[in-house]
């Protein structure tokens, strides 16, 4: 994905999540808890430092996602439409990061080729880390 | 039988049925094609039985465009030719190489891959490698912990390469060339020029100097030039006195296309599989494997993306580290550390420089190195300078020239890669800063592998290329050309295996002229 679709659909993301972050969450949502979206997979690879600076250089490339809120929502918002209805079990968010790269949905920062929800995920913990 | 040719009376006229000019893997293949056959072969080597420095200068040359590598140490002068440094890397050339690829000016073969099979079946043994098998698939048979890594073949495969031990095919084949009653080798015997014939359409005998002032004379029904893509070229355009642009060269093609292959570090692998993970399959340790994969983009992918072929090694490394790219490693020093030590048998430590031994546990970060196939340039090419040697030879200038095709192929190669390892969950591609930069620029580090080929390319038009698909030079009946230099497209492979073939599958087609 280009840089310029992917704050597109950055942009539409985080008006779309919304509804979540508002009160309005179901139980699928409550999977994807602020404290395991701010685990990476990454953190194993990489090491807590590499993907602490690749959420920080993430935040810099990406300023509307700049909070923590505002991450969340744009994780929230890149499920699948089945993962929002609550009776359905949805994605876990390995699966959403392997689904991202295989849709190309991918971005390079500190010159890692990574998923867009990893690259999120690695900016929560950045936040939530320092 | 062997001669000195500084031992020859001045003005001595060698004649034979074949005349092979060079004794590398391509002119030693031919060679020994030949020996039995009621046929007499003169096979003329430049330099001597061994390395001599007087005799090495005389490839020294001059370097514009891109900077490249000393020409005088990129290549060796003597008997054996340059395999007495190679690392013996042995893979085909892939069926997309050979075709007219529309994203790829110039590209296309006149033959096909199933052609060269038979040949390159052939070519195996010559180089001491094992059966013509390279499918990874093939290998994990023979050893199950070869196993490839879980990659969508849509995508990307394991290409897969043999490694010969490597022969040095001047100490392998001496004995049998020397041995051989109808093999004639003279060494230091330097062609200079090709002489055509009054009408132009076929040489007549070849001007043989060495180093000691003496001049000889060559003839012989066909000639075959096998000295390397650069000398091939020189000599062609310094055989000059009856046609001023040299011979084989009515349409300015001798020279040009030069091409290598771009090898230097673009990125890095972080393993993200659980556990201990067998990457046996892409480990290599000098003169020890057998057989080892690189990461390929698959044909479909390089269609899509319209873009050119290229391979990726993995070389276990550590985060920080800075990967060396070929130029850089083998400096001519340490080749020549190298050279030393192994033609004194291997006595004692091996010179700084040879691989490290492999770290202990399975390695979970590596160095992504490349192999990338240059785009056909006419613009990259073999000149001759104004300078010459001490035989009086205009010497080469070379000026390696690369296209926006051959950086932007570099950077989807990895972009691709990386999300098809990320999908897969083999791990994270991290691409070096150049790689990501989009202004067409190449880093210092720039690098090739040795590998020149294309400066005769061949092409079933005249307009188009200096041999036919026999390897005949266009308008002249008894000139061949053997080696890498007729490759019109270089694919990812290492050149030694398809030149032997192609060496092979000419001495078919002289052996049947000859008939």
Same mark, same amino acid.
């Given at each position: ?22 009160? /309005? ?51 929230? +918002? ?53 | ?52 420095? +007087? ?112 022969? /040095? ?167 020549? +550390? ?60 070379? +000026? ?10 570099? /950077? ?104």
């Amino acid at each position: 994905m280009d840089r310029r679709r992917f704050l597109d659909v950055t942009a539409t993301s985080a008006l779309v999540a919304g509804l979540p972050s508002s009160g /309005r969450a179901t139980n699928a949502d409550a999977a994807f808890n602020l404290h395991a979206l701010a685990q990476p997979d990454l953190l194993p690879i990489l090491g807590p430092e590499a993907v602490r600076e690749i959420g920080v250089r993430y935040r810099e490339l990406v300023p509307a996602e700049n909070q923590i809120q505002a991450l969340r929502a744009a994780i929230l +918002a890149a499920r699948p439409w089945s993962s929002r209805v609550p009776w359905l079990a949805g994605p876990s968010i390995g699966a959403m990061v392997a689904e991202d790269f295989a849709a190309g949905r991918t971005i390079v920062v500190q010159g890692w080729v990574l998923s867009t929800t990893e690259a999120r995920q690695s900016a929560l913990y950045s936040m939530l880390a320092d | 039988m062997h001669i000195d040719a500084r031992t020859l009376p001045n003005g001595s006229v060698l004649e034979a049925d074949l005349c092979i000019v060079g004794a590398g893997a391509a002119g030693i293949s031919m060679a020994l094609e030949w020996i039995g056959s009621p046929r007499t072969v003169l096979l003329l080597e430049g330099g001597g039985l061994e390395y001599e420095p +007087a005799m090495q200068d005389l490839y020294r040359g001059e370097i514009v465009g891109l900077p490249y590598y000393p020409l005088q140490a990129a290549r060796l002068h003597y008997f054996g030719g340059t395999t007495g440094h190679w690392a013996g890397f042995c893979s085909p050339l892939d069926p997309i190489d050979f075709d007219k690829r529309d994203w790829v000016p110039h590209s296309g073969w006149p033959l096909r891959r199933k052609e060269l099979d038979p040949f390159y079946a052939r070519a195996q043994p010559l180089l001491e490698l094992g059966p013509y098998e390279y499918t990874a698939g093939d290998w994990q048979r023979r050893d199950p912990t070869l196993v490839p890594l879980p990659l969508d073949p849509r995508v990307m495969w394991t290409k897969m390469w043999q490694f010969s031990p490597p022969t /040095r095919f001047g100490a392998r084949y001496r004995d049998a060339v020397i041995g051989a009653r109808n093999v004639h080798l003279y060494t230091h015997a330097n062609v200079c020029e090709l002489e055509a014939n009054e009408s132009l359409g076929a040489v007549d005998g070849l001007r043989v100097r060495t180093l000691d002032g003496k001049q000889h004379r060559a003839r012989a029904r066909y000639y075959v030039l096998a000295c390397c893509s650069i000398q091939n070229a020189r000599l062609l355009l310094a055989s000059n006195r009856r046609t001023p642009t040299g011979l084989g060269n009515a349409h300015d093609l001798v020279g040009r296309f030069f091409m290598e292959h771009i090898e230097i570090p673009g990125g890095h692998l972080a393993l993200a599989l659980s556990g201990p993970v067998n990457t046996k399959l892409y480990a290599f340790e000098f003169g020890q494997t057998k057989a080892r994969g690189e990461l390929a983009l698959s044909a479909a992918v390089q269609r899509e993306r319209r873009i050119l072929n290229g391979t990726v090694s993995l070389e276990p490394g550590a985060p920080g580290e800075v990967a060396k790219s070929t130029f850089q490693w083998g400096t001519p020093e340490r080749l020549a +550390a190298l050279r030393k030590w192994q033609a004194n048998g291997k006595v004692g430590p091996p010179p700084d420089g040879l691989p490290e031994p492999a770290p202990a546990g399975a390695p979970r970060f590596f160095h992504l190195v490349t192999r990338q196939e240059q785009a056909p340039n006419p613009d990259s090419r073999v000149m001759l300078s104004t300078e010459r040697d001490a035989l009086d030879m205009p010497r080469a200038k070379l +000026a390696w020239r690369l296209t926006e095709l051959d950086r932007r192929s570099f /950077r989807v190669f990895y972009e691709v890669m990386g999300r098809e390892l990320g999908r897969s969950g083999v791990g994270r591609v991290q691409l070096l800063d150049w790689v990501r930069r989009d202004d067409g620029t190449w880093p210092g580090t720039l690098s090739g592998g040795w590998h020149h080929m294309g400066t005769t390319r061949m092409h079933d038009n005249p307009r188009l290329g200096v041999v036919d698909a026999t390897c005949r030079v266009h308008g002249l009946d008894n000139l061949y050309v053997a080696g890498a230099s007729v490759y019109p497209t270089g694919g990812a492979a290492n050149p030694t295996l398809t030149l032997v073939a192609l060496s092979l599958r000419l001495s078919d087609h002289l052996k049947r002229a000859l008939a």
